[in-house]
């Protein structure tokens, strides 16, 4: 027999036993302000699974599942990527056909001239908010703008 404890994540809160598995029995001690239905209602457990039904009719009565939220980050995700990456492929293609250096000297991130297409990329970040999250939160091997990269980009 299933209940409720079988499909709580670990660490999901202490659901008391008498309102998961074993039922509850003592009804004189269920009601007042120490009442086991308060302490019930008051705790973690409760909260959570009174949350996790709200979202649950509010993805009924949208029409929407879980599988869909995901397909519609993941889209969303790939399309970011693809336009960074875009981005990128234009500042080196823009820097190959103008005969511009791509790199400066030294590459690092706290020197003044980091080179022409990290400046340029930054320069492209002032005015595209999809581009500056991904320079200032991506991963440091998701940037695209290593020498190795730029390479094989041209």
Request: some cysteine.
């Amino acid at each position: 027999m299933l209940s409720l404890s079988t499909f709580l994540p670990p660490g999901y809160g202490n659901a008391e036993e008498a309102f998961t598995k074993t039922g509850f029995r003592r009804w004189k001690k269920a009601h007042g302000k120490n009442g086991a239905i308060t302490k019930h209602v008051n705790s973690q457990c409760h909260k959570m699974s009174i949350m996790s039904w709200n979202d649950y009719n509010r993805n009924k009565a949208s029409k929407t599942s879980v599988e869909q939220v995901l397909n519609d980050s993941y889209r969303k995700k790939v399309n970011e990527n693809r336009h960074y990456v875009k981005t990128v492929g234009k500042i080196i293609l823009l820097t190959a056909t103008q005969n511009i250096a791509q790199r400066g000297h030294r590459e690092g991130d706290d020197v003044s001239n980091p080179g022409n297409v990290k400046k340029i990329l930054q320069f492209a970040a002032k005015h595209d908010p999809v581009i500056a999250n991904r320079i200032k939160n991506g991963p440091k091997n998701e940037k695209y703008t290593s020498s190795s990269i730029q390479n094989e980009m041209t």
